[in-house]
Nanobody
C-alpha cells in the first residue's frame, strides 16, 4: 500500500502562483510514476502532469508552459509548481502514484485550488 498526503492548495488571483506538494509513504520503492490529476465541478477528472522515476515528464496541453512537476525520490515527494494561474484551473487537485510491480494506482485526498478573476 501507498499513502499520499497533499498540501498547498488555496485561493489565488488570476496570474498568481501556487505550489502543491505530495508526500508518499508505504511501498514507495515500487512507485515509478507520480503526478497530479484535477477535477472541476461537473467535469471528469483529468490528467494535469506526471513524472517518472527516470525523470520523464508529461503535461496536459492546457498547462504546458505554465505548470512544472518535480519529484525528489529521496524525500518521496512530488511537487506541482503552478504559474500564471487562470480561473479555468480551479479544481480539486489529486496526487497520484502508480506502482509498477502490481499495476496499482493510489490517490491522495485532494486539495482545492481556486483561482479568482
Amino acid at each position: 500500500q501507498v499513502q499520499l498526503v497533499e498540501s498547498g492548495g488555496g485561493l489565488v488571483q488570476a496570474g498568481g502562483s501556487l505550489r502543491l506538494s505530495c508526500v508518499a509513504s508505504g511501498r514507495i520503492f515500487s512507485i515509478n510514476i507520480m503526478g497530479w490529476y484535477r477535477q472541476a465541478p461537473g467535469k471528469q477528472r483529468e490528467l494535469v502532469a506526471y513524472i517518472t522515476t527516470g525523470g520523464s515528464r508529461n503535461y496536459a496541453d492546457s498547462v504546458k508552459g505554465r505548470f512544472a512537476v518535480y519529484r525528489y525520490n529521496v524525500a518521496n515527494t512530488a511537487y506541482l509548481q503552478m504559474n500564471s494561474l487562470k480561473p479555468d484551473d480551479t479544481a480539486v487537485y489529486y496526487c497520484y502514484a502508480h506502482d509498477s510491480t502490481n499495476g496499482s494506482d493510489y490517490w491522495g485526498q485532494g486539495t482545492q485550488v481556486t483561482v479568482s478573476s
